[in-house]
């Protein structure tokens, strides 16, 4: 006689559910009452939280895996071979996620597919469209073996898994190219806002900046996702790659901000850089958070070198990272739009119930599909590297 067993109820499953049910109550009102129930958008200030934070960030925070995919297939940087499925699975999960987002962007959903048919060749958002739609595409091909490898049918799984071998090199070249141009022409969707956003973060450089401050963004999720497995779960990394993955990120940033200076200077926009107002102190967090205290920090052998200071300076850049583009989509605009937006809680749940979703399928992901190293014996515990007691 077998007994169902249900899951044990816990703080963190009681918290989920309770994101999920506002997500559902989120979704219904999206869906059913239409915008104005559920968000605080308005004609002036039409883009708001899901763009900022569900498109925006959602892209730039999943570039760790075309970056990583690169340096190991392209550049033959196999020290971060361990870490590539996590990179892409991150990447894939961020792309369903912003899939999902645009669909409570659009203010006619069910239209969605229309890109694909219905061409507009000199629209930004048609190929931003188009390369979410190829991206997600490559990205699935991607990490399709981890999910091949669990058939039980050995000739079916050996010859998808020759298949794949086969054209692996391409589909990278493809999603490097892809990934690349997805994160400029996201920049270059608020190149239309000349006059309208504010001029610490209106430039003709947009797509550049874009491009520059996705990569470090993206690793620095990795790292994060990596260090937690580790943590939670019953797998093992070597912890010296992810203080090699660290060393790109500080010059990336430190490109990114002379970039950024450059630009200001070139544009005579230094004056806004002292004016007391709400989008000066924005740009200053988002510049310290971003720039400066992780550049200064990742040059630390001590921080480098501890996985728990590593993990807590990448959430800086995380942070810093999403203060940006929300500075972009949102603080940048609010002046000239005549209006003060402030997301309403719908807004707000809708997102945080799509980004636990993501979570809670990359944690399944990684217990389940062979994504990182288990941990062997499982008693032990990673310290720094090198397996140890539990």
């Known amino acids: 006689m077998t007994t169902t067993r249900f899951p044990k109820i816990s703080l963190w499953r009681t918290i989920v559910a309770l994101i999920f049910a506002a997500g559902i109550y989120s979704m219904y009102a999206r869906f059913a009452l239409g915008f104005q129930a559920s968000t605080n ?180 999720v990795t790292i994060m996702a990596i260090y937690l497995c580790v943590r939670s779960l019953n797998v093992r990394v070597d912890m010296n790659i992810l203080s090699d993955v660290s060393w790109v990120i500080a010059p990336l940033l430190g490109v990114y901000g002379l970039f950024r200076a450059i630009d200001l200077i070139n544009r005579d926009a230094l004056p806004y850089l002292w004016m007391w107002r709400e989008e000066t102190l924005s740009f200053w967090l988002e510049i310290a958070l971003l720039v400066i205290a992780p550049v200064i920090l990742l040059n630390m052998d001590k921080v480098r070198n501890v996985p728990q200071n590593l993990y807590w300076v990448c959430a800086l850049v995380v942070m810093g990272f999403m203060t940006n583009r929300l500075n972009v989509s949102i603080t940048g605009l609010q002046a000239t739009s005549g209006t003060y937006y402030i997301p309403k809680w719908t807004e707000f749940a809708a997102t945080f119930a799509t980004i636990t979703a993501a979570v809670v399928a990359f944690r399944y992901a990684v217990i389940y599909l062979d994504i990182l190293p288990r941990k062997t014996p499982p008693q032990q515990l990673m310290v720094m590297g090198q397996p140890g007691n539990a």
């Not at 694909?116 to 699935?140: D, K, P, Q, T």
């Open 41 to 220: 958008l308005t004609d002036p200030q039409p883009w708001g939280l899901w763009v900022g934070l569900g498109t925006l960030c959602g892209v730039g925070l999943s570039a760790g895996g075309f970056a990583i995919a690169a340096a190991v297939y392209l550049l033959g940087f196999e020290r971060y071979r361990p870490i590539l499925r996590t990179a892409v699975l991150i990447s894939f999960l961020g792309y369903s996620t912003v899939m999902i987002g645009m669909l409570y962007e659009l203010g006619l959903p069910w239209r969605i597919w229309h890109p694909i048919f219905m061409w507009n060749r000199h629209s930004v958002l048609f190929e931003v469209s188009w390369c979410v739609m190829l991206y997600s595409s490559v990205l699935a091909l991607e990490f399709s073996p981890a999910l091949v490898e669990k058939i039980p049918w050995k000739k079916a799984r050996e010859l998808y898994l020759r298949w794949h071998h086969s054209i692996l090199i391409a589909l990278v070249v493809v999603g490097t190219l892809l990934s690349s141009m997805h994160q400029s022409f996201l920049g270059g969707l608020y190149l239309i806002t000349k006059g309208r956003l504010d001029p610490l973060w209106y430039t003709p450089h947009l797509t550049t900046m874009f491009y520059l401050s996705a990569i470090p963004a993206g690793l620095a």
